[in-house]
Nanobody, 115 residues
């Protein structure tokens, strides 16, 4: 069993910053990667950033240049630092832990950016 819990969402003005956290626990041996996704109202869920087991990172267009994914292995926690936020970044942000046994999702954390 794997538990994934996101936190750190909230309401922020355009141009502001937020740091999301993804804490994971349980049977996480051989973890492959941790991903951040987001889903805006009436839109499909989209990948934002990935951090692989070896530390390599990958960003899709929404996150490039403004978001930074990082991790604290001692705390089994991955972070998503989001800067220069825009109203278009408003979404529920989900963390996904990728293991050989499958992908495990958290419940999501709401990020709302006001103009």
């Amino acid at each position: 069993q794997v538990q994934v819990v996101e936190s750190g969402g909230g309401l922020v003005q355009a141009g502001g910053s937020l740091r999301l956290s993804c804490a994971y626990s349980g049977n996480i041996a051989s973890l492959n990667a941790v991903q951040w996704h987001r889903q805006a109202p009436d839109k499909q869920r989209e990948l934002v950033a990935v951090i692989k087991s070896g530390g390599g990172t990958y960003y899709t267009a929404p996150g490039k240049g403004r978001f930074t994914i990082s991790r604290d292995n001692n705390k089994n926690t991955v972070y998503l630092q989001m800067n220069s936020l825009k109203p278009d970044d408003t979404a529920v942000y989900y963390c996904a832990v990728v293991l050989p046994t499958g992908i495990f999702w958290g419940q999501g954390t709401q990020v709302t950016v006001s103009s």
